[in-house]
């Protein structure tokens, strides 16, 4: 065998290697998506009861106590497609720890142990982010939004038609979901601005000359993840605006650490020697050597 083959062969041997590895994080990734899945769709109406709590909410804040909190589907499978939705969606949350895992003890072993200290809190950070952008919205934005939307009723009357807001199941679900989806995605901007600053790419000056940029883009991007009404795209944006402010602090935490260990590392390097001596030239006994005699210290 050429000494070719024999560098193709010691060259593939690790890379299945890698890809046996990929497979086993896979697999303890999609069985745990899917026993939680099926946890979750086991649950699914009372997940979905649990949802709909902003609905009475909002409810109770327009003066509607009276009012029976009523939701409807329109075609026969769509309660059925619901709760899939409301699994998965669970599931997800559910396994996000393991999969966020799976993930790390993969990626892991290419890491130095520094880079690996340091990614470590981030790999916490962006779940806990993810938990208060959606409790934020479960709390307060999804209610907000209902109120707004309720306040659009008409009781009817001599000249008024009776208009009253029956939401599809479907429709509601996908409503906050994708609040909860928009508002944690979102929050995520203080990690990916750390991380970016990290490596270099971006810098906490280059974040502030950027910043009238940034709030227009926060705008639009409001406007985008969420529904058509003015309640959750301030919702969205303020809080975005709020969090690149605190991803430009976190920048310059960034390079305030990196200065004060490239200084920490230049003091080190132009220090003395460990026995305490320096680098001097040591004086000969005889100050003037007579020309082609070399002297020496004895």
Known sequence: MSQSENDIDESAAPLLDHLIELRRRLMWAIGGFFLAFLLCFFFAKELF????????????????????????????????????????????????????????????????????????????????????????????????????????????????????????????????????????????????????????????????DKRKYAIVIAFVTAAVLTPPDPVSQIGLALPTILLYEISIFMARLVEQNREKNSTKASDEDDGPDSDGSDDSDVSTENDDPEPGVQTTTP
């Open 49 to 208: 009861n649990l949802l709909v709590i902003p609905f009475t909410w909002a409810v109770s804040w327009a003066g509607m106590k009276d009012k029976a909190v009523e939701l409807i589907y329109t075609a026969p499978q769509e309660f059925f497609f619901t709760q899939i939705k409301i699994a998965m969606f669970g599931g997800l949350v559910l396994a996000f720890p393991l999969i966020a895992g799976q993930i790390y003890k993969f990626v892991a072993p290419g890491l130095y142990r520094n880079e690996r200290m340091a990614f470590l809190p981030f790999l916490v950070a962006s779940p806990v982010l993810f938990l208060i952008g959606a409790a934020l919205v479960y709390f307060f934005f999804t209610p907000m939004v209902m109120w707004f939307f309720l306040a659009m009723e008409q009781t009817g009357s001599d000249t008024e038609v009776q208009i009253s807001l029956l939401p599809k199941v479907s429709e509601y679900l996908g409503l906050i979901m994708t609040l909860i989806f928009a508002f944690g995605l979102v929050f995520q901007l203080p990690v990916v601005t750390t991380l970016l600053a990290r490596v270099g790419l971006v810098s906490s000056e280059g974040l502030k």
